[in-house]
């Protein structure tokens, strides 16, 4: 059991939602790791999104007594975490944990992040410490910070050595959902992640709209996972770059306040010239500003989803 404030508390049921996708090797060692942690009242859902067969039986294979969820298509990060989430939310769930396939965690990461939102009812969603997996002091994650000038989320402490710098617990603007711990009453509240994003910003999304509910989003530094970083889409690469664009516009025309909704579309025409300037002059960037141009060109027009 644990303890809060001297007083002896239910521990509550976690549904963990690992999504797999073709990378079943990820996924194996993200499973043994989860099984070392000490809160034993948690249950592991894969959802498989739309792998080759071969990818999924291996898992099945290994862990005859897990459930698995096979999605018949590759329905994106949100899309396939909604699967898995409905699924908890019918049965019963207090918790949902939205974790990476691509990760490890340290034995205490769930008890340290049940113990803060079980001492404060106004605890809606709560997140991890992430460091690299190749390096276990430098920081990948320390809390979300929207920055509304750019319409996009970063990463505090981002390539940063650990020297103790974000050891505070603290009130962030997002958290990440490669550890994205949500209570029951966010989800009663808010429902799930927004589809239609496909890949990126969902988490924001997610966040924001939750703080707009009246919730806090937590970061929690004592609890701590490794994080192997994106093995489906390369940073710096044509389709990361045109998902990144596209969703930080969406996530600001949907969650920011007046001034940043107007402001939104001068943005937009700035962005837009300067990509044509690189188009001009500079052709090893013709790749990623061709990006940019489809990404401003699908915001404006609406479309969204995979591209």
Request: proline share 1%; net charge positive.
């Amino acid at each position: 059991m644990l303890y809060i404030n001297n007083k002896k508390i239910m521990q509550k049921e976690v549904f963990i939602i690992l999504l797999n996708w073709n990378n079943e090797g990820d996924t194996i060692e993200c499973i043994e790791s989860l099984k070392k942690n000490n809160y034993k009242n948690y249950k592991i859902i894969v959802i498989d999104n739309g792998s080759e067969k071969e990818s999924i039986a291996k898992i099945e294979r290994q862990y005859s007594d897990l459930y698995i969820i096979k999605n018949k298509s590759n329905l994106g990060f949100a899309g396939g975490c909604n699967v898995g989430t409905k699924y908890a939310i019918d049965n019963n769930a207090d918790y949902v944990l939205l974790l990476n396939n691509d990760t490890t965690v340290a034995e205490n990461f769930l008890t340290k992040l049940i113990r803060v939102g079980e001492a404060d009812e106004e605890v809606g969603i709560l997140g991890s410490k992430i460091y690299y997996h190749t390096e276990k002091n430098r920081i990948w994650f320390a809390g979300g910070k929207v920055n509304w000038l750019k319409n996009k989320g970063t990463h505090l402490g981002l390539d940063e050595i650990d020297e103790g710098q974000f050891n505070e617990m603290k009130e962030v603007d997002y958290l990440t959902g490669c550890c994205l711990l949500v209570k029951r009453e966010v989800l009663d509240k808010i429902g799930v992640l927004a589809e239609d994003y496909f890949l990126y910003y969902e988490d924001t999304d997610y966040s924001l709209r939750a703080k707009n509910a009246g919730f806090k989003c937590i970061f929690v530094p004592e609890s701590v996972i490794y994080h192997k970083i994106s093995r489906s889409t390369k940073p710096g690469s044509a389709s990361y770059i045109y998902y990144h664009v596209r969703n930080g516009l969406v996530m600001a025309k949907r969650n920011g306040n007046f001034f940043v909704k107007l402001a939104l579309y001068h943005y937009c025409v700035i962005l837009f010239f300067k990509q044509i300037i690189k188009i001009s002059f500079s052709p090893q960037k013709r790749p990623w500003a061709n990006a940019v141009l489809r990404a401003l060109r699908d915001f404006l027009s609406g479309k969204m989803g995979m591209t």
